[in-house]
């Protein structure tokens, strides 16, 4: 059974930082992309970052590059994204997903809120 457990959301002042964790079980982590995902409210869901399994391949949304990191440990099933220089426009629901070909499974999210 897929399980995620995301952790690290919250309300931050504009300018802080957030690390969001998701903790991956249920299937083999280091073959699979693990990517961050976030929809505000009234738009659509929209990639954050990526990363492959072997981290050699790392992909940034334009809006959020410069200010976010991503990274993974394979013996810890875990994927981090290091949020800093938060914005309000960062405010959304944050989605913690892995994908390997036509498989792909959700967390259920963890909501960040930028607002002073």
């Known amino acids: 059974q897929v399980q995620f457990v995301e952790s690290g959301g919250g309300l931050v002042q504009p300018g802080g930082s957030l690390r969001l964790s998701c903790v991956a079980s249920?299937?083999?982590?280091?073959?699979?992309?693990m990517s961050w995902y976030r929809q505000a409210p009234g738009k659509e869901r929209e990639l954050v970052a990526r990363?492959?399994?072997?981290?050699?391949?790392?992909t940034y949304a334009d809006s959020v590059k410069g200010r976010f990191a991503v990274s993974r440990d394979n013996a810890k099933n875990t994927v981090v994204l290091q949020m800093n220089s938060l914005k309000p426009e960062d405010t959304a629901i944050y989605y913690c997903s892995a994908a390997r070909g036509s498989m792909s499974y959700w967390g259920r999210g963890t909501q960040v809120t930028v607002s002073s």
């Open positions: 990363i492959s399994g072997d981290r050699s391949t790392i």
């Open positions: 249920g299937f083999t982590f280091s073959l699979y992309f």
